[in-house]
């Protein structure tokens, strides 16, 4: 059971900040979970701590590989502006 | 309002008008006078707990020099060395602060380990931190004990309604809140916050970014309850919304005030908050005096060439091979290595790191920071966590000479340094990283 990050990841250091199992590893490059450590913090009410704080949308999936942050949940950006425009 | 006023309006600011006054003049953005002295930005908090509309977290260009961006990130031991150059070339520097580029409370660890690491070189130097707020109350104790007397806090409004549309989430107590209930959460805790800081002699000044259609008529009110708090300068910034660099207020089309809505939203809020007219709205790392902003890359690549000894520390048991691992080492020997000579320094005596199982206890806080002297550890294993602290200090970490004689890795190092040709002039973009 773990969750991984993705290449969309910024390196912003905050799921690390707060992650409660020091399972977040940051590279040089990319930021990866340590699988072992993980819990998906299934003993917290609110879930995975890094995905509350992560800034980025996709940044972070689950065991499954869907994104807990889905395009637009974070940024409220429509998802295509042009199709705004197209509709009017 | 003049100075005089100000000090009298000030009932509540428990700091005696001489300690208040020694506090501004040598601070360039806490007073006009103080542009002869020179400030320095310390980029070493990226993490950041809440959204802001008009921020990008996507730092990475070193072309933009809008405010909350840096180009490369230090460590706390890096953010002391980059002090000392800076020192050197700029004895005026009186003033260092920490501004991000995330929220510098919401990397408590970094922040703090920076600012104690400052104070050591130079007792006399004005620390500063920027915040929004969020995790002031939390964490002023710390600042206090740091040393920490000049804080500026971003509050943009100080009615959620208006909150929510600046702020689309906030990270708070383990859950991210979002809507109203996101900024009635930030709102509650920057006025704890900055009552809080006020109280404990803080000088705090306040920032707030002018917003035309969000926030520009709420100015007024908000500028009264500042003066209430007793805030000490009042920063009101225009919002910069370049859709270029990938904010929501810039995608979306949200214009930036005219200098004359600027000016207006100035003048009527100095009825009750002295304004400051003369901010850059500079970089998390800027260097210098303001608006003269100084070349770090000069300034590194200028000191490369003395910056050519390493020291390396060293785990062994044998005091010939390198055969310890690094959690087990009970000292570590000490070496300066230069392209001309190897010399051994006053070993270190240490703490062992932890008891010897190949897992070490994850909760296990043994301070590395005493390690964050050196260049490169020398050791024949090591575990996942001090590893990452070390480089998170900036140390690197070598294992490549395991059970190899201590001399012949040093001589080897010495080699590497010699063959280093002079660093590569430093591009100014990572390819494809700024569009
Ligand atoms: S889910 Fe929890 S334990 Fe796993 S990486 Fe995220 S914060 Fe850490
Ligand atoms: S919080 Fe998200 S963007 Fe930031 S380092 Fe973690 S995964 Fe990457």
New binding site residues.
Partial sequence: MSVS?TKD????????EVCPQKA?SSGQSA?SVIAHRCNECSDNPNGPQ?AH????ET??VDNKGQALNPLGSLTGLPQDLNVIALSN | MTLQHLRQSQTKQPVSAEAQAALVAKHPCFSKEGHRYARMHLPVAPACNIQCNYCNRKFDCSNETRPGVVSKLLSPAMAARRFEKVKQHVPETQVVGIAGPGDPLANPKATLASLKAISKIDEDVHLCVSTNGLALVDQLDALLAAGVKHLTITINCIDADIGQKIYPWVYFNQQRLRGRKAAQTLIDRQLLGLEAAIKAGMLVKVNTVLIPGINDFHIDSLAKELGRFGAFIHNIMPLISDPAHGTYFGLMGQREPSKRELDLARQSAGQSMAQMTHCQQCRADAVGKLGQDIDLAAIEQDNAVADSTLRVAVATSSNQLIDQHFGHATQFLSYLVSAESIEQQRSIDWQQYCSGSDQCADDKQQDLNQLSQFNTVLCSRIGHTPLQELSDLGVEVNTKYALREIKEALLEIQQSLINQVKPAKRTVCNAGECS
């Fill in positions: 990050i990841c910024i390196a912003c250091f905050a799921c690390k977040i930021f890094c704080i992560c800034p980025v940044a972070i």
